[in-house]
């Protein structure tokens, strides 16, 4: 079996890399996909928290990068999904405690056995960076409608693109379509324009996702979340099916906003 | 004797750090030129008494007896010294001259321009992207924020402009910045720098052009 590693990654913190990382990878493993998660933030992991298995871990990615432990014995199964795993990052350790060859062996390993590898890059473009995109096919840039995280985007992706990385996919978070109608944030057109990469999802703000964080369970569980759904057109949008992806939410069609139309087009 | 129409036989500028500029006409005899500097230095009331000058010979031959006429004749009579020999145009006559002087003609052979040709990116430069070309530089995509593209001449950007751009960055005035849409947060001609207007949006029907005029960057719409 070869699997295919995924970077998830932004450039800019707090965007949602670990929100997308813990959704999609609950998403494709509900699907009955094998798929392992990669916490590569070595220092600041939360991975594990999102997905509440805090309290599980034992052996982490440097012991199996310094051999102390074997592959398996770091790997932490889900709580409710049998073909889920995590492996944490090391909490007490800094980034250069892994060399980016030592994690493109892993996920080389880890291909073999599993479907998908997604690993969560930390904010940044230093080390940490380097690493997690070191065993990566594939990478798919998290970006809310922020001028400043577009801008740490586009640079990433012009990082990866000198790693002649080829299959790079852009997810826009947090937006917000009544702001986007009244003009006061960026429109998913303007973004895709500025990045020029392939979009392959949008997830709008929601109040859910804080929530579905702090209790440990990835919101895609949620089954009349519109989020969730998001989260499962991405996933089979990975896998290679068209799903188009909803620009405008219907609503808000009344006299007047026709009316404006009008006025503006003639 | 012309000088009616306008056609001065030595034409003397001031220069903002006190010399001045003595540029004598190609075409006009040179008996004309002296007996021009005579009825100058009469009518000057020593004006010109130990300031110092520039002797620019334009496109007029190099000829050693009329420097040293004229140089003598400041000197002596005007309590000047020439403190610059500029030959504009004519470089020719100076070589005939010193080859001349040495008796063993000389040949000169132009320093050839190194990469005179443009320097093509082929792809979109991202934020981080650094550009320098030393002479024009063509970019086939777009100039995202925060990617910085510096050219010795012209920057042409087949796409759309919203990074730093920077032309004529040795100081060619002349140099121009043509995108599809000109849209930075700064543009930058020789030693120029202009910021667009708040609230700027304009959709350009085909292309835009910024270039100098009137010591101001102007971004005109086509």
């Not at chain 1, 990669?38 to 012991?63: C, K, P, S, T």
């Not at chain 2, 620019?56 to 400041?74: C, H, K, N, Q, Y």
């Not at chain 2, 202009?194 to 010591?215: F, L």
Request: net charge neutral; proline share 5%; charged share 25%.
């Amino acid at each position: 079996m070869a699997g295919t590693t995924i970077v998830i990654t932004s450039g800019k913190g707090g965007v949602g890399k670990t929100t997308s990382v813990a959704n999609l990878g609950t998403a494709l493993a509900l699907r009955g996909r094998s798929v392992v998660l990669i916490d590569a933030d070595i220092g600041l992991r939360n991975l594990d928290v999102v997905m509440g298995l805090e309290n599980r871990i034992v052996y982490n990615l440097v012991d199996i990068i310094e051999g102390r432990c074997r592959l398996e014995q770091a790997m932490i199964r889900d709580r409710k999904l049998n073909t889920l795993f995590l492996i944490p990052a090391a909490q007490t350790r800094e980034k250069d405690a892994v060399h980016p060859e030592q994690m493109k062996e892993l996920c080389e390993k880890l291909e073999q056995n599993f479907d998908y590898i997604l690993v969560d890059c930390p904010a940044g473009i230093e080390r940490g960076f380097r690493n997690a995109v070191a065993g990566a096919q594939k990478a798919i840039i998290v970006t809310t409608p922020e001028v400043s995280a577009i801008r740490d985007a586009d640079r990433v992706i012009g990082l990866l693109e000198a790693e002649l990385m080829k299959d790079i996919n852009l997810i826009i978070n947090r937006l917000n379509h009544k702001m986007v109608k009244r003009g006061d944030m960026m429109s998913t057109e303007d973004i895709c324009s500025l990045l020029a990469v392939p979009l392959i999802g949008v997830i709008p703000e929601s109040e859910e996702v804080v929530i579905s964080t702090n209790r440990g369970i990835p919101l895609v569980h949620d089954k009349r979340s519109d989020i969730a759904n998001a989260f499962k057109r991405i996933a089979s949008r990975l896998e290679g099916e068209e799903i188009p992806i909803p620009t405008e939410i219907p609503g808000d069609s009344g006299i007047l906003s026709k009316f404006k139309k009008l006025i503006w087009s003639s | 004797m012309d000088n009616s129409k306008g056609v001065v036989p030595v034409q003397i500028r001031a220069q903002r750090d006190g010399q001045f500029i003595f540029i004598l006409d190609p075409s006009m005899p040179f008996q004309m030129i002296l007996r021009y500097l005579e009825k100058k230095r009469k009518t000057s009331n020593n004006f010109f008494k130990s300031a110092k000058i520039i002797l620019d010979l334009g496109s007029r031959p190099f000829r050693i007896d009329e420097v040293t006429a004229i140089r003598d004749m400041l000197r002596r009579q005007w309590g000047v010294k020439i403190v610059e020999l500029r030959l504009g145009h004519s470089l020719d006559s100076f070589f005939e001259w010193a080859s001349k002087q040495i008796d063993i003609p000389i040949k000169q052979i132009p320093v050839a321009e190194f990469s005179m040709e443009p320097v093509v990116i082929r792809h979109t430069c991202r934020s981080g992207t650094r550009i320098e070309a030393p002479v024009d530089c063509i970019i086939l995509g777009d100039v995202n924020p925060g990617a910085e593209v510096i050219a010795g001449r012209d920057i042409i950007v087949f796409g759309v402009l919203r990074g730093i751009a920077h032309a004529g960055a040795m100081g060619n005035r002349e140099a121009k910045i043509w995108a599809l849409s000109i849209e930075p947060n700064q543009i930058r001609i020789a030693d120029l720098v202009a910021m667009p207007p708040q609230d700027d949006k304009h959709q350009p029907k085909r292309y835009e052009v910024a270039q100098i005029r009137d010591d101001q960057i102007q971004v005109l719409t086509f």
